[in-house]
């Protein structure tokens, strides 16, 4: 078994080399011998891969004596649902994420829909080495259907009256929301352009679905400036990250959505506490201003966010990588409340979408994240406090620099041997002249 394959948050590896039939019954059996289920709920994505590992996992639970309830396909989101929901001891989804055709995966949590990580060095162990021998009665497998409870949810998430007619387009990638997509809107005022809604194994060849390749964006784009929809919304292949293009077709980065959805969650919880990451904090700053509510920074990735979430008991939060957390969740991400909010935001006020981002917008300028490959970022650190020991610094999660006007943070990846660079500014000027100076230094210790 290649180790590689136990990451932070999940399994996952190319398919059938690194993750198999094989492996996955393996994992699945030190699933049960880790957290000691009786009951757990699987479900999976649309990729073969997953189909083939579903039958695998079902059977390694079933033979270890735990009663299984398949819920089939579904999106990420759903599984965790499913868990926290129906009371069940655990879920297990058969998923890949947004990476190519190629790969497969397999997502757990234990009861709650607490995440069981992949590197988990119980389960990791009990995978590699084996498990004990069972000898006990074998476990049952029930189907059942979780859609119309989940569609249900996720509406009651937002004031589903309050909404007004728009059109909207919605590109899936091919993937699992185009499930549940017809679901969530029906009966709702909206006249839909469809961009890649239906659902295939194969996610209609395109290379990865992932709405931030800027090459497979492009197809949205172009039909956003022709079809004039009041807001785009495209999800990534799992339904788990959900990005927005305004009424001019213009996509906007994830935390001015963050900033917007601020306005909504503080209608419903006055004062509360919301949360997001260390890479750009900005635009949710002056969100929670303007709304009387708080704003609590964390260092990135779920584990670390939940943590704070849980600590500081936040309501509502995102990473900058447009994962969007709630408590009604139980922290988990969701794409598609965001969406429904995001409806009712505009629907409330009567603003366009590029209206209701602007007050974060305006003023406020962003690099997308730049990606380097280092194996160890310890060096470039040193450097950069030294280069920037006048400005307010932090190393909750990798190092942060702040002055009155920019900052950055520089990290390393929780998943590969890369750093990652994020810098905003309140000048678009300013923000060129400190990427290129804050790149010199790292490259040069490359
Ligand atoms: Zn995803």
């Known amino acids: 078994m290649d180790e590689k394959i136990f990451r932070a948050y999940d399994v996952r590896g190319t398919y059938p080399d690194q993750m198999n039939e094989e492996t996955a019954y393996k994992i699945a059996c030190a699933y049960v011998e880790t957290v000691k289920p009786k009951t757990v709920v699987v479900g999976r994505d649309l990729r073969e891969a997953s189909e083939k590992m579903f039958d695998a996992v079902v059977k390694a639970l079933t033979d270890r004596g735990v009663n299984v309830k398949d819920a089939g396909r579904m999106t990420n989101p759903m599984i965790g649902f499913a868990v926290f929901n129906y009371g069940f001891d655990g879920g297990i989804i058969l998923s890949a994420s947004h990476n190519p055709i190629g790969y497969g995966g397999m997502k757990m949590t234990k009861k709650d829909a607490v995440t069981v990580p992949g590197d988990d060095s119980g389960l990791k162990n009990f995978a590699i ?11 049952k497998i029930e189907k059942i259907d979780i859609k119309k409870d989940y569609i249900d949810f996720v509406r009651s998430m937002i004031d589903i009256k309050s909404l007004k007619q728009k059109k909207i387009l919605f590109d ?3 993937g699992s929301v185009g499930l549940i997509l017809d679901d969530v809107l029906e009966g709702l005022p909206v006249e839909r352009v469809n961009l890649h809604t239906k659902p295939d194994k194969n996610f209609g060849g395109l290379s990865e679905p992932n709405p931030l390749n800027t090459q497979i964006q492009q197809e949205a784009l172009e039909l956003a400036k022709r079809e004039k929809p009041d807001f785009t919304v495209m999800w990534d292949g799992d339904g788990d990250r959900v990005f927005f293009l305004d009424e001019k077709g213009c996509f906007i980065n994830a935390p001015y959505i963050t900033a917007a959805l601020v306005e909504v969650v503080a209608k419903k919880y006055p004062g509360s506490t919301i949360v997001c990451d260390e890479r750009i904090i900005w635009p949710v700053e002056r969100a929670c201003e303007k709304t009387g509510t708080r704003q609590v920074l964390s260092k990135s990735g779920y584990r670390f966010m939940k943590e704070t979430f849980m600590k500081e008991d936040g309501v509502f939060g995102a990473e ?10 139980k922290y988990m991400d969701n794409g598609v409340i965001p969406f429904l909010m995001i409806w009712q935001l505009l629907s409330e006020t009567g603003k366009t979408l590029s209206e209701a981002v602007a007050p974060y917008r305006d003023g406020h300028f962003m690099i997308d994240e730049i990606k380097f490959k280092v194996e160890d970022q310890s060096e470039i650190i040193v450097d950069l406090k030294k280069k920037y020991s006048d400005g307010r610094q932090n190393e909750m999660d990798g190092l942060t620099v702040q002055y009155d006007d920019w900052r950055f943070n520089f990290r390393g990846s929780n998943t590969e041997p890369a750093a990652k660079l994020n810098l905003e500014a309140k000048d678009e000027k300013l923000m060129q002249e400190k990427v290129k100076e804050v790149k010199k230094i790292i490259e040069k210790n490359q």
Do not use: D
């Not at 900058?320 to 969740?329: G, W």
């Open 129 to 139: 080495n084996g498990v004990p021998q069972y000898q006990g009665q074998k476990g």
């Open 172 to 174: 899936a990638m091919y």
């Open 320 to 329: 900058t990588t447009a994962h969007y957390f709630f408590k009604e969740t």
